[in-house]
């Protein structure tokens, strides 16, 4: 375990720095327990051994951050680390390389870390600490072993896919693919501009959209007071089927651990929104209104019908060849570049 920012350093000096040899690193969180979720552990492998970097006694990660900025490394299901690695240091290793995508590029249905270690390596690993809270200290034997066996088997798991990848001529593909997700974490926004518009409240009215923003930062101000995923304190579903029953006028039903003083407030915040007078509701994100003619659903199920065809052919999922949300974009004449990736449209000559 590195506790300190000079074992740190010293770790980062021994650590795979060149083109062709990686380190093979996972992180985990304490979203599921606190408000603020933090980075409380950092798992590398160089290969040979496995090494566990405590971010919260470490008093200067700069060392790591250094080292990533020009490094090439594998991580798998690398999207919530990319996130928080964006957050943690402002940026991004040179290159990710992960083995999910990997494996589902080689056609492999049951792509979990877990699933994969099982099968390259017949080893069965216990997923029990998987929703532990990663911010307690010191962390239980099992949690460490648990940690630890993140990154174990990485790299061989790596080099077994990119083996996969390179005879069945699709790593190229696998590169465009890593960087296309790279991308795509760089470029999302920090912040939402309006972080209460949650999945499902396009269905509401103005009104009931106004109940939702309301209801939204009410359980925002909870959570942080609490220090607990807003989660925990009521579910998005809740909040949306509470904005719709409230401005009913009917009464909502709410958990056990909304109950006196988180009570009141909820009440009090909701009586407010409902007084708010129309001119100030929010307004409906409308879609893009589009309606289907015969020639665009042509256009659609012959695109659709060639994606099949070529993921049968190679053996994987369709919506890795393309997904439906690419294909209905193009199918209304939308340049398939800013849909999809190179060898995907070289797969369905686009």
Known sequence: ???????????????????????????????????????CLIQISDGKDVFLVDPLEVDDLSPFRDYLATQRIWMHGADFDMTLLRREFG???????????AARLVGIPRFSYANLVEQF??????????????????????????????????????????????AKERYPWFVESCQAAMKRVLSREVEKEDPWRIRGSGKLDPQALCVLRALWHWRDREAQ??????????????????????????????????????????KD??????????????ERIRGNGRRWNSLQEKRYDELAGKRDEAAENLEIEPSIVASRAALEQIAWDEDPAQHLLDWQRGLLEL
């Not at 991004?92 to 999910?100: C, S």
């Not at 998005?236 to 039903?253: F, P």
Request: hydrophobic share 40%; charged share 30%; aromatic share 8%.
């Open 225 to 266: 007071e609490w220090d607990r995923p807003p989660f925990m304190v009521a579910r998005n579903q809740d909040l949306i089927k509470w904005s719709d029953v409230l401005v009913r006028g009917e009464k909502i039903q709410t958990p056990r651990n909304v109950r006196g003083g988180r009570a009141r407030r909820l």
């Open 1 to 39: 375990m590195i506790t300190t920012t000079s074992e740190l350093a010293a770790l980062v000096e021994q650590l795979p720095a060149c083109d062709s040899t990686y380190a093979g690193i996972d992180l985990e969180a304490d979203n599921l327990h606190r408000y603020a979720e933090q980075l």
């Open 121 to 166: 390596f017949d080893v069965k690993l216990c997923k029990a600490s998987q929703k532990e809270n990663w911010g307690q200290r010191p962390l239980p034997d099992k949690m460490r072993e648990y940690a630890s066996n993140d990154v174990r088997y990485l790299l061989p798991l790596a080099q077994a896919l990119e083996d996969d990848l390179k």
């Open 91 to 101: 940026a991004l290793p040179r290159m990710i390389y992960d083995t999910q995508i």
């Open 269 to 282: 915040a909701t009586d407010e929104a409902l007084k708010i007078s129309a001119s100030d509701w929010p």
